[in-house]
């Protein structure tokens, strides 16, 4: 389970042309009603500003636009392909994109109103440098949200999800991006990652407050959250 900033950065570069079309796939399409549970969480105030953190090929900032239209948002990712293939997106212009590295964002502090992220503390190398970043650049009061996936619990659904991320995501990503190693890292990496309390915990250490965090789909995603305290 290579975390190498590069090995990583080329791997998504890879699969950016059919990146979304697999989430779809391998959330049965629920992923969009998490993302809007995300922004709604978030809640950035009128005229205010977002910035989603590895933003991909742009779902969550592209939804923020049409959530949140007085809102200014921006969108950064550190693989200059998925960027790419955000920019030709219907909707592109109404967000302001970048190339950015997670663990060194290029902003100042107290930047913006609310900071998302999806998927992005499982791959980086420093989950918590990440949330110290976000809860740098977000104002006091304001909410850094996070989206991912976690273990799946012990339950009598765990096998058949285990079934699920083991086989079924790997031949997936095979079949329609036509790369399986991408997709066998992607499930490795859920199962290794922390559960809820530990990520929150994260959230907890990088300083933020008001801490929470929710579940879907079995309990395989979660978004979890804090908020910045006044000096």
Known sequence: ???DPKTVQEMFGRIAGRYDLMNTLMTMGRDQSWRRFVLQTAAPPKGGSL????????????????MFPSVSVTAVDFTENM?????SRPGRQKVSWGIADGLALSFGDNSFDAVTS?????NVPD???AFQEQARVVKPGGRVVCLDTCPPPDGPLKPAIM????????????????????YEYLP???ANFMNPRQLTDLMKQAGLKNIGFRQFMFNTQTVAWGEKDYP
């Open 1 to 3: 389970m290579d975390k």
């Open 51 to 66: 910035l989603d953190v590895a933003c991909g090929t742009g779902p969550m900032a592209l939804m923020a636009a049409a």
């Open 83 to 87: 960027v790419r293939t955000a920019l």
């Open 118 to 122: 999806g998927y992005l503390i499982r």
């Open 127 to 129: 989950p918590l440098k």
């Open 163 to 182: 079934v699920h991320m083991k086989y079924v995501i790997p031949f997936l990503g095979q079949m329609v991006a036509k790369n399986r190693s991408a």
């Open 188 to 190: 490795d990496t859920t």
